[in-house]
């Protein structure tokens, strides 16, 4: 085995690995969703348990709540479109978009999501799947969230900790 040669050594000290210009999250919010709501219907195969008995109902309610998330996230949507910024997580984040729904909550798309698998879990009369939102939640909170906000707060520095104190993270 050989030395490297005396140019690459003198570079070696120079040389760091790039920070990624991303959060980092555990996996991607929509991924983690569905393995949620996948895990439901496995349980309700499995096991299932009735949760509304009037079956108009469910679809009602369920409805209701699957209409009212994807307003939210269409919403949303539109103002990082509009910011000219990164959805999807594993993209740099280039404008702190703070307005419109924004100003509500710092997460519209993630209430938005977590309306639809609770819609969906009512919808399809399945208590597993509304039982799992909440471990879900948690999951959402401490390897997305927690990740995204300390991102953020790294790239945008004084302005988002002004934007964190006004607005709540959830509504």
Request: charged share 15%; proline share 9%.
């Amino acid at each position: 085995r050989s030395a490297a040669p005396a140019h690459i050594e003198e570079l070696k000290p120079h040389m760091t690995e790039p920070v990624p210009d991303n959060p980092g999250v555990i996996a991607r919010p929509p991924r983690l969703y569905l393995s949620f709501m996948a895990a439901g219907f496995a349980l309700d195969w499995w096991r299932p348990i009735a949760l509304i008995p009037e079956q108009w109902l469910q679809y009602v309610l369920g409805g209701m709540l699957i209409t009212a998330g994807g307003a939210i996230s269409s919403s949303a949507f539109k103002r990082f479109m509009r910011a000219g910024t990164n959805i999807p997580t594993p993209l740099p984040t280039t404008a702190l978009v703070s307005d419109g729904i924004y100003g509500i909550s710092r997460n519209p798309i993630y209430v938005s999501m977590s309306l639809i698998h609770a819609g969906i879990a009512i919808a399809a009369d399945n208590i597993w799947m509304l039982g799992l939102l909440v471990p879900l939640l948690i999951v959402m909170r401490y390897g997305v969230i927690a990740r995204e906000e300390a991102y953020l707060e790294g790239k945008f520095g004084e302005p988002y900790v002004a934007y964190k104190s006004k607005v709540r993270r959830w509504l």
